[in-house]
């Protein structure tokens, strides 16, 4: 967790909320009293994981209901949760053919310390010219972002990636 300060413009390391491992794409949510982190691991990134605490500053247990997605299509987030007309929905990035091929929006009926239940409400399609694929869609007021995928391929790329893939598969040699 890191805190804005103002006065020097930047951000600076408050905590750890979570230790046991490496959490990827987490997003955190309050509502009625309670912090809820959703988040899921690097090794284990389609398993969407939930955690709650009544203080930022306090231990995050995780839900009786977690995992509460265990699968490519709604399992990674894709944003944080959106409240729009009274109800929650969570942006899951659908990676079912591709990397942030799509959106899938969740409708969240039930959150709670006790309970949590979510319903696929609606797919959103990536758009040109990001027709590769949309990641992240996040709203806050009246502002929409969202972030599109376009690839573009280059003979760089090519032996970057084997160079990559070589180094993270090979027995490390001293």
């Known amino acids: 967790m890191y805190k804005l300060n103002n006065a020097l413009n930047r951000f600076e390391y408050v905590r750890d909320i979570l230790r046991d491992d490496m959490y990827v794409d987490s997003f955190i949510h309050y509502v009625d009293g309670v912090y809820y982190l959703f988040t899921s691991t690097i090794n284990d990134p389609f398993k969407q994981r939930l955690f709650f605490s009544d203080s930022l500053h306090g231990d995050f247990i995780e839900h009786r209901m977690s995992p509460v997605a265990k699968n490519s299509r709604v399992g990674r987030n894709g944003g944080g949760m959106i409240c729009f007309d009274g109800k929650l929905y969570r942006i899951s990035q659908n990676c079912t053919d591709t990397y942030g091929g799509s959106l899938v929006v969740s409708a969240v009926s039930q959150l709670s310390p006790n309970e949590y239940k979510e319903n696929e409400y609606m797919e959103i399609l990536p758009l040109s010219p990001y027709i590769n694929g949309i990641h992240t869609l996040s709203v ?24 990559y893939k070589l180094k993270t598969r090979l027995p490390c040699r001293n």
């Open 140 to 163: 806050k007021d009246k502002h929409i972002v969202f972030d599109g995928k376009k690839v573009k391929y280059k003979v760089s790329n090519i032996f970057r990636k084997l160079a």
